[in-house]
Structures are given as C-alpha cells and as structure tokens.
Nanobody, 123 residues
C-alpha cells in the first residue's frame, strides 16, 4: 500500500500550489483522508481532512479560507489546493488515510502515511 504525494515546490508568497496524493495497493474510498505538515524543527501538525464521501471537510485555523481539500474516489486520489501561501506554510506535507470514515484531525487515527512533498514559500 502506497500513498504518493506530489505537487510540492518553491513558490512566492501569495502564490498557489496544488498537492496530489495518489493511493495504490488498495482503495481508500471508505476512509477519511488528511493532510499534515512538518516544518523544520517543529512537530507534525494537522492541516486538513475530508470524509470518505467528500461531504465533510475540516481545516486547521491557520489554513482556513486559503486551503481546500478534495478527493476523487474513482481515481483514489486526494488533493490539497493551497492559495495565498505564506512563508509560514513552508513544510513537508504528508497525506494520510485514517481508520475512520469521517474527517478528523486526530493524528492517532491515521495509519497509512505517504512519503511527503516539500513546499517552500519565499517572502
């Protein structure tokens, strides 16, 4: 089972990036999915989550209104659209599949993790 995150890169403040997370080896259509990030020297933190159907989403306060999580179960893929990026958004972004179907920020409920993609926002 693999979760392959992609789409990271270097962008100027105020710019946009779209991250993708493609799952292989099994379907996650019944699982909630989430994005987390880890900045240098900091702990991994929750960014956004989406329920199995896509009907419910949940965001960290720091990204609310700027980031949008979505999913395409037919493609077994989750996306994170990031707009109005700030230097403090610089981090390695990880996608993850949870044990439950709802959107959740609880990291202990996530048991499959991708390898991460680096997002660097310059000022």
């Amino acid at each position: 089972v693999q979760l392959q995150a992609s789409g990271g890169g270097l962008v100027q403040a105020g710019g946009s990036l779209r991250l993708s997370c493609a799952a292989s080896g099994r379907t996650f259509s019944q699982n909630g999915m989430g994005w987390f990030r880890q900045a240098p020297g900091k702990e991994r933190e929750f960014v956004a989550a989406i329920s199995w159907s896509g009907g419910s989403t949940y965001y960290a306060d720091s990204v609310k209104g700027r980031f949008t999580i979505s999913r395409d179960n037919a493609k077994n893929t989750v996306y994170l659209q990031m707009n109005s990026l700030k230097p403090e958004d610089t981090a390695v972004y990880y996608c993850s599949a949870s044990k439950v179907g709802r959107a959740t920020a609880t990291m202990s409920l996530y048991d499959y993790w991708g390898q991460g993609t680096l997002v660097t926002v310059s000022s």
